[in-house]
């Protein structure tokens, strides 16, 4: 059975910083594409981040690209995302989403189709 868990939302002021982290288990990790998506109230579930099985590619949407770092740990099946300059338009629901790919890439702007796994979200809000 496999499991995505996430963790380290919180409330944070504008300009602060959080680090998710996102723990599978029940699969072998590294086959897998992992990265983050998030949905904001009325709005479509969008990629945020990803990073390749071997973790040496990356790939970031333009809105967190210089102030989001996505980075994962093999060993511990765990993946972080670490978000830094935050303001209010980053306030969603974060989601970890595994990608099971034979190729070392990933796009942040992949399809919600292409998700194998999600994690149950967890929720950043930035105050101004």
């Known amino acids: 059975q496999v499991q995505v868990v996430e963790s380290g939302g919180g409330l944070v002021q504008a300009g602060g910083s959080l680090r998710l982290s996102c723990t599978a288990s029940g699969l072998i990790f590294d086959d897998y594409a992992m990265g983050w998506f998030r949905q904001a109230p009325g709005k479509e579930r969008e990629g945020v981040s990803c990073?390749?099985?071997?973790?040496?590619?990356?790939d970031y949407a333009d809105y967190v690209k210089g102030r989001f770092t996505i980075s994962r740990d093999n060993a511990k099946n765990t993946v972080y995302l670490q978000m830094n300059s935050l303001n209010p338009e980053d306030t969603a629901m974060y989601y970890c989403a595994a990608e099971k790919t034979p190729f070392d890439s990933c796009s942040s702007s992949w399809s919600i189709y292409d998700i194998n796994y999600w994690g149950q979200g967890t929720q950043v809000t930035v105050s101004s």
């Open positions: 990073i390749s099985w071997s973790g040496d590619n990356t």
